[in-house]
């Protein structure tokens, strides 16, 4: 398997490999030259975690599809018109002509996944008296979300994506972080009360972390840029 890569320079002290979206990152501290001991060491987990990536490629239809909780919808260009996140017809408007369309559909996601998110909370916080302070919501490079000392749980808007059973999860995850700081056994004998399957949903997570990058990167993609913009989603078969 021959997994494109990028090299990236930082002051770290050891060489490590990471996936930013999907793509493979080389982290060499300064003056590394050759990548090729740490893709050695690393190749069971780079060959896992393409294998993965390659069937969430495969499991997004087009550039034109994104979901919301699950459900399929399709991403149409106008010409004339808002953009928008339309319900009944499962579409999503984006304007040709308008610079901020993203940040729109952005901002109603957001809200979407806020009352979804506030219904879950006061599900659980009846049951289990789990209250948090404060709840966040961002598009997060590299957690579905967190918990804080402070009682606040910060939530990765790409949950929107997913079916509603696996963002019940998540937000219980980090409920259950209010009372249990990490994932000692207690923490996870909380959870199993509720999600027995959780490692099933742990790696299903895993999966849609990557689903989740192609479909949001699908709303960044202009058809008029075609040829040029989605290099990065469905042309990353290997050279
Ligand atoms: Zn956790």
């Not at 219980?172 to 027995?196: A, D, V, Y």
Request: net charge positive; glycine share 6%; with cysteine.
């Amino acid at each position: 398997m021959n997994v494109p890569f990028e090299i990236v320079y930082r002051k770290v002290k050891y060489a490590r490999l990471e996936f930013k979206g999907l793509q493979l990152l080389v982290i060499l501290p300064f003056g590394v030259k050759d990548p090729s001991k740490v893709l050695e060491k690393g190749k069971v987990w780079i060959e896992r975690q393409w294998k993965i990536i390659q069937e969430a490629v495969k499991q997004v239809e087009s550039q034109y599809s994104f979901m919301i909780f699950g459900e399929p919808y399709t991403i149409e260009y106008i010409n004339n018109g808002y953009s928008r996140v339309s319900f009944t017809d499962k579409r999503i408007y984006l304007s040709y002509g308008d610079p901020k369309s993203y940040l729109k559909i952005h901002c109603q996601l957001k809200w979407i996944l806020k009352v979804k998110v506030e219904s879950i909370i006061g599900d659980y916080s009846l049951r289990f008296k789990f209250k948090p302070n404060r709840v966040f919501i961002w598009k997060q490079k590299t957690k579905w979300g967190s918990c804080s000392s402070k009682g606040n749980i910060t939530l990765n808007l790409k949950l929107v994506c997913l079916p509603e059973h696996m963002v019940r999860y998540v937000v219980f995850h980090e409920l259950t972080h209010l009372k249990f700081k990490g994932h000692s056994r207690e923490f996870w004998r909380t959870i199993n009360m509720e999600f027995p399957n959780h490692k099933e949903l742990e790696r299903e997570l895993h999966k849609y972390w990557f689903i989740t990058e192609i479909l949001f990167q699908n709303l960044t993609y202009y058809p008029q840029l075609k040829s040029t913009r989605y290099v990065g989603g469905h042309g990353m078969s290997s050279p």
